[in-house]
Structures are given as C-alpha cells and as structure tokens.
C-alpha cells in the first residue's frame, strides 16, 4: 500500500497547495498539515471544492463501456481498448483499470479526510459555525460515498458483510503506514455513521452540482439495494420521486445537452476552462477530462474520428421512436440496413455516439450525471421482483417508458422474478448506456436475471471476445499490483 498512498498523498498535498493559498509548510514528509494550509472559513470553502473536484466519474464509464457489451470497435480505432486487452476481457491486477480507480478513489478519500481534519483545527466566527457545520457534512458524505463506490468495485459481493473491500481510510495516512482490507460490514459501518453525521450538518436540501441532503437520501436507496436489502427501498424512492419526476421528452433531451437538469439529484459539473476541459486519456482507464472523448477523438459526428461506436447489440435494442435513441445516436451515422452483409461492416455500419457531444465552443465536454431519478424507478422494479411482486416490477417498468416513449407502451407479462430481473437489466443497459453502469449492474443482477456480457457477432468478429457470464471473477475488479508488492499480506479477490 506504501507505493500507492505515497503518491495519493503527495498528489492530495498538491491538490491542497492549489486550492489554498496559505499552504506554504510541509511539517511531514509528503504532507501538508492542516494548520498551515487551512487558518478561515474561506481556506475551509477552497478545500471542499477541491474535493468536490477530485470526484470524476470518466474512468467508470470508459471501463463499463468498453469491458461490456455497449460499445463495438469504430474505424478510427487505432488500438485503444485493445492493445490493454480490456475489449478483449483481460483484466488483472497489473490492468490499467483497477490501478486507476482505485488511484482516483484513495486521492479523492485523501483529500476529503484532509479537510475533515482541518475542520477540528480552524476557529471559525459564531456567524461562521453554521456554514463550517456545512462543509463538513459535505466532506463527509463525499467520504461515504467514495468508501461505497471502493466497495463496489472491489467487494465480489455486496450482500455478504464478510466479504472484503478495500482499506477503510476514515483518516489521514502517513506514508509508511501498511493497512489492510477491511469487510463490507466495517464499511457500511463507516459509510452509515458517516452519513448520520452529515444528515445532522448540512441544510441545502437540493442542489444537483453539489452535497445536499437528496444526495445523501439517494446513496441510502442506492446502497440499501445493492446490499439486497429491499424493505424501505420502495416508499423511500417514492418520496425522492415526488421531488424529482422524470423528465418529459424534451426535457430528457436538454439533461444531455447540458441546458437543463429535470430529474437530476448530482451531477459533476464540467465546465469550459475548467480542469476537465482537455483531451485525457484516450481509450484508457486513467480517462479523463472530455467524457466524449472516451469514443471519439475530434467530436461526435462522422468526421470527428470515433474510435468506439455503439454496439451493435446495444444498437438494436433501442427502438427509434424512444427518445434515447435521439439521445445515443448521432445524426449522420451510417446505418446498414444488413449489417450481417457488409464487406466491410466497420467502416459501413458507423453507430456514433451522441450522449455527449459536448457544449458549444467545446465538443466532447459534458457534465457528467450520476444520481438521476430513473434509476430510482428502476430500484422500485427491482424491489418488486425481489418480492415476487412481478406485477408490480412490470408496471414500474411501464411508467419509464411510457415516458421515453411519450405515449401508453405495452405492459410486460412476467412468469419468474428471472425473467422481471432480465427485463430491469435490459432496461438499465438502455436508460444508463455510457454513463457507467453496465459493468456494475451485470455483477450484481446478472445472475438473477440470467444475462451478462453479449456481444453482437460482428463486434466480437476482430477477437473472438463475444460473451461473458455474470457470474466470472472478473465481475470483481483485482487489488492493484502495486499495492501487493508494497504489502504481500494484503489479500487478493478470488481468481487473481
């Protein structure tokens, strides 16, 4: 772990030294204490933005697009995705993916845990007690978020306490400290508390650019099904949809050309001359910057050299008078009427990606959006079929795409809770295409729903690579090498 934090820290102290112009000392090797780089309650208000701005959501979706089943190989491609083997299912613990997640996911823990301890050092102005009380409720719930996105990607099973995630930070580390893995249990622990505490801080009730309440209120929901645990699912999803209702149509629209946010709780912000206004990584999972850029290196017409197009069996889910099919598909892609027939299908079927184009003046650049009250629709469907309610999961599928649809769409008729979870996974891999979620939803439904990774013939045609089951230790993401090599008594996940 040593190699790894020691990176993290220096690039947090760093992070710190931007956003505070009073952090001047190193009183630590690799650390910048917090009694020099925080002294006001305006050195307090820098450091959450910093924080806010280490959450990036670019890598997630790169890795679920490209490792899955949403993506086909276009014809600007000139290796990324293969060349790493992650098109091609590779993944281990010398991978960029796990390495680069769990980098962002320990930088953005580090930063937060920074400010959580500058909070207890500065004295603040009673005028000023209640806006210090805010920040540090949002530093926390940050953390508790962080803490829940490391379970996730590196816990093999979320409703198994016992089961291993990752280290629980709750602290500041020093550089020569070695931690182990900690249980899902310790975990949820940490997170709940953390989450209680904050509940007990902040104020702003909404506010989709940043921590408010409805975001704590989400992540609960979140959280409580991903651990199975689906009692209060229902009714608490039901009062956030009261005060987020889905977007119509043309409002469905506008939250993807960034003019709008109907049914938007959180979303990061990504703004031109903004950090994340640059190129990043193409084709890698270190990806950054420009989330469009993840598909395409100029923009996302026909000209604008896609690498990455739609996949092909993604494609033909999507019916044409859905309104995501005008969100996913770019204008002028090439549409084969017999894709099967092509000579050359690569250069002749060309599935652009439209979900973000960017704003204007910059292509590619999007506010990335990660809590959306569709997915809590979704979650109500989910709670129903885990009660055999199949019904009720059938319904809660309805209202969704009655509403993409703009018009009254057939109810599905459903024999087993397989077939309900089957059709929740089919509608997610729509409704959340490219936004990171595939991966995540095929670990932890796939089974249940008997589906996983498939690929259309022609997409997998270059390596053979065309299905994968759920049910394969690579739905859970390996501890970074570097990591084992600093630290042989951290534990391995299974099959690494």
């Given amino acids: 772990m040593k190699n790894i934090f020691i990176l993290i820290i220096l690039v947090g102290s760093f992070g710190t030294l931007l956003s505070c112009n009073d952090a001047i000392e190193i009183v630590q090797p690799g650390r910048l ?69 769990w980098l962002k996911f320990y930088s953005t823990l580090n930063s937060a845990n920074r400010l ?45 306490d016992d089961a291993l995630a990752g280290f629980l930070v709750d602290f500041v580390p020093t550089v020569d400290q070695q ?58 999803s039901a009062s956030l949809l009261a005060d987020y209702p889905l977007a119509n149509r043309a409002e469905y629209e506008s939250v993807f050309l960034d003019t709008g946010n109907t049914e938007v709780i959180f979303e990061l912000l990504r703004v031109i001359n903004g950090p994340y206004d640059r190129q990043g990584d193409t084709g890698s999972a270190f990806a950054t910057g420009w989330a469009g850029a993840s598909w395409a290196f100029v923009d996302a017409t026909i000209n604008g050299a896609p690498y990455f197009d739609i996949g092909r069996a993604l494609f033909d889910m999507i019916d044409p008078a859905d309104i995501r099919y005008d969100v996913l598909v770019g204008e002028s892609s090439l549409i084969s009427p017999d894709p099967a027939a092509e000579s050359d299908f690569i250069n002749n079927d060309v599935l652009l990606l439209s979900k973000y184009e960017g704003k204007p003046g910059q292509p590619l650049l999007n506010d990335l959006k990660i809590f959306r009250s569709s997915e809590l629709v979704l979650y109500r469907a989910e709670a129903a079929a885990a009660s055999n309610n199949l019904l009720g999961a059938a319904t809660f599928l309805k209202v969704l795409r009655d509403t993409r649809f ?71 993401m390996p501890i970074p090498l570097n990591e084992i090599n600093s630290n042989p008594d951290v534990r391995q996940n299974p099959g690494y």
């Fill in 406 to 476: 703009g018009t009254d769409t057939p109810l599905l008729s459903f024999s087993t809770a397989e077939e309900a979870f089957g059709a929740i996974l089919d509608e997610r891999r729509i409704e959340f295409a490219f936004e990171g979620y595939r991966w995540v939803d095929l670990k932890r439904l796939g089974e249940r729903g008997n589906r996983g990774v498939l690929r259309s013939d022609l997409d997998c045609a270059a390596n053979n690579a065309c299905s994968l089951a759920a049910t394969d230790f690579r739905f859970t």
């Fill in 116 to 160: 959580i301890e500058a909070i207890e050092l500065v004295d603040v102005e009673p005028e000023e007690q209640a806006r210090e009380n805010e920040i540090l409720g949002q530093a926390l719930a940050i953390r508790a978020y962080t803490h829940f996105q490391i379970l996730t990607y590196f816990s093999t099973d979320y409703s198994d």
């Fill in 179 to 236: 931690l182990d893995r900690t249980t899902n249990g310790a975990f949820f622990d940490s997170i709940t508390s953390d989450l209680s505490t904050a509940e007990g801080l902040i104020t702003t009730q909404s506010n989709p650019q940043g921590i408010s309440l409805d975001f704590i209120r989400f992540l609960r929901i979140r959280i409580d099904v991903y651990r199975e645990n689906y009692s209060q699912v229902d009714a608490m």
């Fill in 33 to 101: 204490g917090a009694d020099t780089a925080f002294q006001n309650l305006a050195d307090l208000e820098s450091g959450l933005l910093g924080t806010l701005a280490t959450i990036d959501n670019t890598s997630q979706m790169q890795f679920n697009s490209v490792f899955t089943d949403e993506v086909g190989i276009g014809d600007n491609n000139g290796g990324q995705g293969i060349g790493d083997g992650t098109y091609g299912f590779v993944l281990n613990a010398s991978s960029d993916a796990p390495l680069g997640l």
